[in-house]
């Protein structure tokens, strides 16, 4: 099994820039493939982005692309998204998710993940 935990949400004005982290702990057989989702209230969860560990190939949903960037320090077991140029509309708890893929090519955000961690709020206000 693998645990997740993310870190570093808060409240910034639009157009400001955050950057989250996802800590991974336990075994790491139990995830080769790991991503980024939001949910807002009232919502289903929407993919951002995914990364493949082994190769650190990346994948964007369109609400990731251009200006999010998913990245892993392997040393430290953490996946980070960094986001910048940030809008009202980016406002969403934002959840880690991990797991293990028979095929890179499954490594993406419509992926339907095992592993959750308990999400970080992100709020932009206007």
């Known amino acids: 099994q693998v645990q997740l935990v993310e870190s570093g949400g808060g409240s910034v004005q639009a157009g400001g820039s955050l950057r989250l982290s996802c800590a991974a702990s336990?075994?790491?057989?139990?995830?080769?493939?790991i991503g980024w989702f939001r949910q807002v209230p009232g919502k289903g969860r929407e993919g951002i982005a995914t990364l493949n560990h082994a190769s650190g190939g990346t994948d964007y949903a369109d609400s990731g692309k251009g200006r999010f960037t998913i990245s892993q320090d392997n040393v430290k077991k953490t996946v980070y998204l960094e986001m910048n140029s940030l809008k009202p509309e980016d406002t969403a708890m934002y959840y880690c998710?991990?797991?293990?893929?028979?095929?890179?090519?499954?490594?993406?955000?419509?992926?339907?993940?095992?592993?959750w961690g308990q999400g970080t709020q992100v709020t932009v206000s206007s």
């Open positions: 998710a991990a797991d293990v893929v028979r095929s890179p090519y499954l490594c993406t955000p419509r992926y339907s993940f095992m592993y």
């Open positions: 336990g075994s790491t057989d139990s995830y080769n493939c």
